[in-house]
């Protein structure tokens, strides 16, 4: 058994980090709008001080002031520069271990050397160098948008980014899986095969199956014959009842386009926080049924929907933006 463990997004907070949208020549005509939906976001999981505490990143101080002055007292505000909002994927993850927290950070590549911007390379490094925990560097690529766990030793990804060449091409099934296991305690990993249709990330698991209690995962159901994802579920279905967990099924939005193009909505993108779950909307059919199937699942907490049209411009939305500092202890 490892003796460092992520544990589960349910599990309490102390903190989050939440990047802001900070650089207009990447976000043009989306740049305001999306600053809206991340602040909304944002004041949704501090839930007036219910929740955790966040903390919005900004890449300059002009964004930072921006933030500041959008999300009042609902957060903390710094300055850290970054290519791009994405910190579920470039922030370091906090694990528990034999000494209490500790921060792993894993090298970044910009999910395979599709979007190579400044900063993106080392803010996991410099955001772990801001919590004073221990740093553990880890000499191999690896986006936490690529994994969901169970916090009780049990992993999901997918085949088509974690085995993916332009990630780790000297890393097979057995490496990647010993890898998990030293640096996240999963013990357990399920292979799922492709994830969303047009995802930039190569397939993060974050859009396609999360955990919602140990050995209990959600996954969606097609909405109509054209869903362009209908033969993704039902094989991540397949898979993890071959695997031995309880799948609990939930809405898809079914077909989202932007100027013709089939975009990977989805609202397995919520973000667990100490108050509230977040849950990404896209004005489809499903929306509402979206929340209250997950409401559901998170019966202590309050669940909501907030529109994440203009952060999936980008390419993500509320989990993909955010990174959770666990609770000590």
């Known amino acids: 058994m490892?003796?460092?463990r992520q544990p589960a997004e349910w599990a309490p907070h102390d903190a989050v980090w939440i990047?802001?949208?900070s650089h207009p020549e990447l976000w043009e005509e989306d740049l305001e709008p999306a600053r809206g939906e991340v602040v909304a976001f944002a004041r949704a999981v501090h839930a007036g001080g219910k929740g955790e505490k966040v903390v919005l990143v900004a890449a300059d101080a002009a964004s930072a002031d921006r933030a500041a002055?959008?999300?009042g007292d609902a957060a903390q505000t710094i300055v850290e520069p970054f290519g791009d909002i994405w910190l579920r994927d470039s922030a370091p993850i906090i694990v528990h271990g034999p000494s209490g927290l500790t921060a792993a950070d894993f090298g970044f590549n910009w999910w395979g050397g599709k979007y190579e911007l400044p900063g993106d390379e080392s803010i996991g490094a410099r955001l772990a160098a801001r919590t004073a925990l221990p740093i553990r560097s880890h000499d191999w690529i690896f986006e936490g948008g690529a994994i969901d766990i169970d916090g009780a030793g049990i992993g999901v990804t997918t085949e088509q980014c974690l085995l993916n060449p332009n990630r780790n091409p000297g890393l097979g099934r057995a490496d990647i899986e010993a890898?998990?296991?030293e640096g996240l305690g999963v013990d357990r990993l399920l292979w799922l095969g492709d994830g969303l249709l047009n995802d930039h990330t190569?397939?993060?698991v974050d859009n396609l199956a999360r955990f919602v209690a140990p050995g209990v995962l959600a996954i969606p159901e097609a909405a109509g014959r054209d869903d362009p994802n209908a033969a993704i579920f039902a094989d991540a279905r397949a898979r993890a009842l071959a695997f031995g967990l309880d799948v609990v099924p939930l809405p898809s939005p079914g077909l989202v386009?932007?100027?013709?193009?089939i975009i990977p909505a989805s609202y397995m993108n919520f973000y667990i926080g100490n108050a509230s779950v977040v849950v990404p909307l896209y004005g489809a059919a499903n929306d509402e049924a979206a929340v209250d199937?997950?409401?559901?699942l998170f019966p202590t907490r309050a669940v909501v929907g907030?529109?994440?049209d203009h952060i999936l411009t980008g390419g993500g939305s509320f989990h993909c933006i955010s990174q959770q500092i666990p609770a000590r202890g």
Not at 257 to 261: M, P
Not at 293 to 296: E, K, L, N, V
């Open 293 to 296: 199937a997950i409401g559901r």
């Open 306 to 308: 907030f529109r994440a």
């Open 257 to 261: 386009e932007d100027d013709g193009e």
């Open 19 to 21: 990047g802001f949208p």
């Open 69 to 71: 002055e959008l999300a």
């Open 179 to 181: 890898r998990l296991r």
């Open 202 to 204: 190569d397939g993060h």
């Open 2 to 4: 490892t003796d460092f």
